[in-house]
């Protein structure tokens, strides 16, 4: 059922500073960096909101921290659950250990062992069924009922989104100046929070969204004037590759979001070496994007504008890309 | 600024202590911290995220600096602080691709042309940064190039010399990365940095002193190359007769200069010395639990901290730099 863009669940700055207070508890504040050859290059100047440097190496566990404190007391005794064989396991197992809560990941089969053992060390439960994340969802949607679990959405979840949003106060508070904030697009959570977190602080930031072009769901979505599902997707980098985004994060980036921007997969990867060879930070293919939209020049604004590239996470697997070679 | 010219000690250590004891002033170190930001960044303090750890230990990331290494620091304050009859000449030094890149940055802010005589070892990232931001690149055999350091002449160099470690203006620029330090880590107990000529050490070593003498800061060196280590054990400024050249290239020099001999005796607690194998190891670590890059002088200073000559409590590892081929870095993390 989709949900018309006039009831976007209004968050107001406050919710944003309760969350900050819950979230800043556990997790970090992370640094905002300066890139001389990205500010050369572009005429803009920026910052880079280093969230690889978040707990469990990108900023999902910002969202969990604050879904929790809403739970019942009862639901908190029965403990979290949720699907994913990437960031969102990790964030959701932090903060679940923070909260001394039961989670339960659910994983598909072949998921790479070391985010399998990752995710143990934070105290999940990892239970591994089916090859893709369809199936691995579906387990966790009959674990949910057989075992009375709460389930996490990894994006379409206004109180995880607000959670998420944290990270827009954090900008803000660093570098009140911002006229842009570039942010990567998978789901929409993120941009979905930092999106509406940033306009509460100042109305005039513009928000540019980047997905890859190889499975543009959002994009897509918000052309449409409704939520479509992708019939057949490409992009193959982890966090962006999303079939259908989230009805709420649909409405909040129809509403908030000023421009979203597409690259392919091959040119957020460049990216993603890019940063690794010049700004010496590890990139996780998701959190290169904003970096290939402002390299390839899609972001337009004024020279000189001030602007912060969200680099979601750092959670690569270094081997697999030895040879500086996508695939 | 005065400069001494000192001579080793004898190898007895009978001389009185102080006789020859060099010391940065600290008003020099504080008026390099009021300037050092119209280059450099302040860069953060993290943790590292490993719990098995001997100690705790904490990153200081200048790996993030603009030119990817700690050494603009002490460049734009030793160009900053050169008499402008000097500067408009043009600048030069001799580097291993980090401090190069420092003095080319300060001499294109100061708008005056650079060359650099480069040592062979430089991997090619360091050389095309260098090029980048303007130099003139000479690049010579390691020998040739440490002894241009020594001899503060090259033949085929021109304009003023910015020697890349031991004068005090580039030490105290150095030094203000230990007063950040101090900032963000008060109760800090141990602070531990690449040795190459001893520029980033004893400059932190030196802010210590002034402010919170107690802390210890001690060099690391790779195996391959380590006289300081071999000059504590002997009392004295030693070569090191065994020298090998590594990917370990921003750190690790032929000898411990009489100069910087002078400061280190007294200011640093010690040096470690750390395998190659250590180095790959704190490099993989870093990389996988916190998510930057350092090159083999940056993550040798982490191996140190790792095998707990540190000591306990907290220790700041410095990761001095991050300019390493991307290729060579992934080919060494990538084994297990």
């Not at chain 1, 809403?70 to 979290?80: A, C, D, I, P, T």
């Not at chain 1, 897509?220 to 980098?237: F, H, M, P, Q, Y």
């Not at chain 2, 300060?106 to 650099?116: D, R």
């Not at chain 2, 130099?135 to 020998?143: M, Q, S, T, V």
């Amino acid at each position: 059922m989709s949900t018309p863009a006039s009831v976007v669940p209004e968050v107001k700055l406050s919710d944003f500073q309760e969350a900050a207070k819950v979230v800043s508890g556990f997790a970090y504040h992370t640094p905002l960096l300066t890139s001389r050859l990205l500010s050369e290059r572009t005429g803009f100047d920026i910052r880079l909101k280093a969230e690889m440097f978040q707990k469990g190496g990108s900023y999902k566990v910002r969202g969990p921290m604050n879904k929790f404190r809403h739970l019942s007391h009862e639901q908190r005794e029965r403990g979290v659950i949720c699907s994913s064989a990437g960031n969102h396991a990790q964030g959701v197992a932090l903060a679940a250990g923070r909260y001394k809560m039961r989670a339960v990941v659910v994983m598909a089969k072949n998921a790479t062992q070391s985010k399998v053992d990752a995710t143990r060390a934070y105290g999940a439960e990892v239970v591994q069924h089916g090859m893709i994340w369809d199936e691995a969802n579906e387990k966790a949607k009959q674990l949910t009922v057989e075992r009375g679990l709460t389930y996490i959405h990894p994006f379409d979840d206004i109180q995880l989104i607000t959670g998420q949003g944290t990270l827009g106060l954090e900008i803000y508070e660093d570098f009140p100046q911002v006229d842009v904030a570039v942010v990567p697009i998978g789901g929409g959570g993120l941009i979905s929070g930092v999106s509406m977190a940033l306009k509460a602080c100042n109305p005039r930031i513009k928000i540019i969204g980047v997905e890859s072009s190889d499975g543009p769901g959002m994009k897509k979505s918000v052309e449409a004037g409704r939520v479509v599902t992708l019939e057949k997707i490409d992009c193959i980098i982890d966090g962006l590759r999303v079939k259908r985004v989230g009805e709420t994060t649909f409405s909040i980036v129809q509403r908030f979001v000023d421009d979203i921007v597409t690259l392919p997969d091959k040119e957020i990867f460049d990216a993603m070496i890019w940063v690794m060879s010049h700004c010496k930070l590890v990139v996780e293919g998701a959190a290169a994007a904003p970096v290939a939209a402002l390299l390839h020049g899609l972001v337009k604004a004024p020279s000189g504008s001030k602007v912060v590239c969200v680099l979601s996470g750092g959670n690569v697997n270094l081997e697999q890309i030895k040879n500086l070679k996508w695939n | 600024m005065k400069k001494e010219d000192v001579t080793p000690p004898d190898a007895t250590l009978a001389t009185p202590a102080g006789s020859e004891r060099r010391i940065i002033p600290f008003e020099l170190i504080e008026d390099a911290r009021k300037h050092v930001y119209e280059a450099a960044v302040r860069t953060p303090l993290v943790r590292l995220n490993y719990s098995e750890a001997p100690c705790e230990i904490y990153l200081k990331l200048e790996n993030l600096q603009p030119i990817g290494s700690f050494k603009i620091r002490g460049a734009y304050n030793a160009v900053r602080l050169m008499p402008a009859s000097e500067r408009s000449r043009g600048v030069w030094t001799v580097s291993a691709g980090n401090a190069a890149q420092g003095v080319a940055l300060a001499a294109k802010k100061a708008g005056v042309p650079c060359k650099v005589l480069v040592m062979d070892t430089a991997p090619a990232t360091k050389l095309d940064s260098i090029r980048r931001l303007g130099a003139e690149i000479l690049k010579a055999p390691f020998d040739q190039c440490w002894k241009a350091l020594g001899d503060r002449r090259h033949p085929a160099m021109s304009g003023t010399f910015v020697h890349p470690f031991e004068d005090d203006e580039f030490i105290a620029g150095n030094a203000s990365a230990g007063l950040e330090i101090l900032e963000d880590l008060p109760d800090v107990d141990a602070v531990v940095a690449a040795f190459g000529g001893g520029g980033l050490s004893c400059g932190i070593a030196c802010a210590m002193q002034a402010r919170k003498p107690g802390v210890k800061v001690f060099a690391a060196e790779p195996e391959t190359a380590s006289p300081l280590a071999r000059s504590f054990a002997m009392g004295s400024a030693q070569d090191f007769p065994d020298w090998k050249a590594s990917w370990v290239d921003g750190c690790g020099g032929k000898s411990v200069f009489p100069r910087m001999w002078a400061l280190a005796r007294h200011a640093l607690a010690g040096s470690v010395v750390v395998t190659l194998e250590e180095i790959r190891r704190a490099m993989k670590l870093v990389a996988e639990r916190n998510h930057v890059i350092a090159e083999g002088a940056g993550a040798c200073a982490v191996a140190a901290a790792l095998g707990g000559k540190c000591g306990g409590g907290k220790v700041v590892a410095v990761v001095s730099g991050g300019n390493i081929d991307l290729s060579k870095f992934l080919e060494l993390v990538s084994v297990a």
